[in-house]
């Protein structure tokens, strides 16, 4: 069994695993909306490499942020854009 960390999504406590990027780890824990684009549209996760940018999130306030270039750790605090 693998290890768990503790974040905090959008106000939530998830434990999520420990070894994961925070893009796999919100996409395990059922996460289909990352962001908005400047329309108003739904985005998440693309490329998975950090080229796309479609996987930004804000990460301990810090803003665009590449949640598929982010290791999970213990107390990490996520907000995504809320549909």
């Given at each position: 069994m693998?290890e768990?960390?503790r974040?905090?999504?959008?106000?939530?406590?998830?434990?999520?695993?420990?070894?994961?990027?925070?893009?796999?780890?919100?996409?395990?824990?059922?996460?289909?909306?990352?962001?908005?684009?400047?329309?108003?549209?739904?985005?998440?996760?693309?490329?998975?490499?950090?080229?796309?940018?479609?996987?930004?999130?804000?990460?301990?306030?810090?803003?665009?942020?590449?949640?598929?270039?982010?290791?999970?750790?213990?107390?990490?605090?996520?907000?995504?854009?809320?549909?």
């Amino acid at each position: 069994m693998s290890e768990t960390v503790r974040i905090v999504l959008n106000g939530d406590e998830r434990e999520v695993p420990a070894e994961a990027t925070l893009a796999a780890a919100l996409l395990g824990l059922g996460l289909t909306r990352f962001r908005n684009s400047v329309q108003g549209e739904p985005r998440a996760p693309l490329c998975g490499m950090g080229a796309c940018q479609e996987c930004r999130v804000t990460v301990d306030g810090r803003m665009h942020v590449r949640s598929c270039m982010t290791p999970c750790r213990e107390g990490l605090r996520v907000e995504t854009d809320q549909p």
